[in-house]
């Protein structure tokens, strides 16, 4: 069996050698073997590698992809592992893209106001009105107020 250098390693799965010294600190690689100071892998190292970039690319942090790979019962398989962080994450996703869309929606807003200085945007939004004097109709269809958001909330 050829052991890998780091380098060798590296190339095949597409990351530097940085990060799999950092996968290592981190714990979620086995420290590897070393030969004059120089760490050697073993090929089925590659395959933990591409799990740990797969979970990558799902988002999941360091954290979370150590507890994937080490945080549950020996006899819990890999699709069980997974759903159970996937729900976790896609709970998250879902807040997040609710989030996004309220950015979203307060930026889309704010290109609206008429206000002439600051302190006039100050006391209208303290008192939860929109930064215009009349608002126009509201045509089917068309975006929420984020301001009108804030107001329901209280």
């Not at 052991?3 to 420290?31: D, M, T």
């Not at 729900?87 to 206000?115: G, N, P, T, W």
């Amino acid at each position: 069996m050829t052991a890998l250098s780091i380098g060798q390693v590296a190339r095949q799965v597409g990351v530097a050698p940085s990060a799999l010294r950092y996968y290592e600190k981190a714990g979620l690689l086995p420290v590897a073997a070393r030969a004059s100071q120089r760490r050697q892998y073993d090929k089925q190292i590659l395959g933990r590698i591409r799990i740990i970039l797969l979970a990558r690319d799902a988002g999941f942090t360091v954290s979370e992809t150590r507890t994937f790979l080490n945080g549950f019962d020996l006899g819990a398989t890999p699709a069980a592992r997974w759903r159970a962080m996937a729900r976790q994450k896609l709970a998250q996703l879902d807040a997040l893209i609710a989030r996004v869309a309220d950015m979203k929606a307060i930026l889309a807003a704010s290109f609206h106001c008429e206000c002439r200085r600051l302190e006039d945007c100050e006391r209208l939004i303290a008192a939860r009105k929109p930064c215009r004097p009349d608002p126009a109709p509201r045509r089917v269809g068309a975006a929420v107020d984020p301001m009108q958001r804030l107001r329901k909330k209280k």
